[in-house]
């Protein structure tokens, strides 16, 4: 540095979630300057309820040695178009700081987390509402000076660490500070909790710092560096495969591959597995032997059997909806409770409290029981008072201690008697229309089947939100005889289709319709 030039302090952004310990990496990154003697300090900006509440915190360095002149003043907040490192715990928080301005590509290095925890907005979508992961890397490679993408979550996790240690490892490996790695990991052990693994995470991310050069995506030479690009698939999707199944499904698996041809083999072996694991083995045949139903009417000249798979695929969805039973079940399985312990770090000497929050309506209990039951719990004044009388507040269950378990089990044992329910009637009576539907159009209508079988997407979850799509469902089924007098009835039926997922209240598709002139919904 030249006697004119003035010190420049090191501005590092750390955007994290609740759990993922951004706090302690900022007190890491603080500490380690102190150690080293340099100026430092931290300050944060809790998020709202997004997720689990993204925070950012910020940091600034001066890199000097600390002397008896006057302490510098630093920054408190990170500004726009000024912040040297961004470190982001998921994908998406890259793209919020590039939103916010905190990336430049003439200063920014950006270490983001290839992972994603999808924002409720994604969840609470009709349809496929996450966002585009490749859309969200492709942002941060053109906004940053540097970029750095690798699952550094998975790396800390391998280690039975959290993020944080990752994060700081790359951090380290980065350059930003004028420290050498042994500087770090005495921070590390310095702060005397879960050294080992914190050590083993930071190592790990350490090392995924990319080469110079060999690691830059050959679709962008010129480009910022990246390591590690997440695969094709988007978050969240695993690619099915055929052999790994269940033992059991042996016999199931070998009928599917005398009838149905390999194109959809993946397809229909998920849905196998779905099936059973959803109800039972008899369950499952039941579902291959609808599947062979469209077989037969697979004409596509071009033989991608590109009905008979989306078929597979939302048939399976739809066998499998969404009950107070389901529910219940998945919630006490044991894979489930490690899941949790897992996610938050928990020791095994360490107890847990699972917090179940239920709230029932009448219809959802009706739908539970047998047919016969139900509909004298609907029609029943007497009785209905009396049911929703225990029903009108929500109810949190324990499901980590044996009254809130038992009850759990309880309900999930109805599973036995499924197939008498009053939902499982109506859910397989419209299956049976719907398939009517596309076996009827597929000889003369193939890209409407299509389409038809598409429309299942529509059809999901319970209370509100499954009476709101099957309502969409219901007018797009009765404005096929009209669309097929037209042209193109294929294309505007999935115009009508992508018109109800947008908006869940109907309108948007309503008016469509009148727009096509379809009966029933013309406007005087």
Known sequence: MRPDQQPVPVKIAILAMGGEGGGVLADWVVSTAEQAGFYAQTTSVPGVAQRTGATIYYVEILPVQRSTGKQPVLGLMPVPGDVDVVLASELMESARAVQRGL???DK???????????????????????????????????AARQYVCHDFAALAARHGSVISASLFGVLAASGALPLPREAFEATIRQSGVGVNASLAAFAAGYGA???PGPAVPADSASGPTQASPPGGLREGQQK?????????????????RQVFPSEVHAVVAAGIARTADYQDLAYARQYLALLQLVVVQDTDPGRTYRLLETVARHLALWMTYEDTVRVA??????????????????????????????????????DTLPTGMAK???????LRGLVQRYTRKGRIIHSNRPGGFLMLYLVASLRGIRRRSLRYAREHAEMARWLEQIIRLAPHHYDLACEVAACQNLVKGYGDTHARGLRSFHMLMGAL???ERHDAPALQLAGLRQAALADDKGGTLEAQLAALKVPGFLRP
């Open 103 to 105: 990336v430049t590509p």
């Open 108 to 142: 920014t290095l950006l270490i983001t987390s290839s992972n994603r925890v999808y924002a409720m907005p994604e969840k609470m979508a009709m349809g496929d509402g996450r966002q585009d992961s490749d859309a969200l890397l492709t942002t941060g490679r053109l």
């Open 209 to 211: 710092w990319p080469d």
């Open 240 to 256: 099915p495969q055929e052999g790994a199944c269940d033992p059991r499904l042996a016999d199931l698996q070998a009928q599917m």
């Open 329 to 366: 079940e998945l919630k006490i399985r044991r894979t489930r409770f490690d899941r949790v312990r897992a996610e938050h770090g928990v020791q095994s000497t360490q107890l847990v409290q699972v917090n179940e929050f239920f709230h029932p309506r009448l219809e959802e209990i009706a």
């Open 376 to 382: 004298r719990l609907l029609r029943t004044g007497w």
């Open 481 to 483: 005889p009209h669309l």
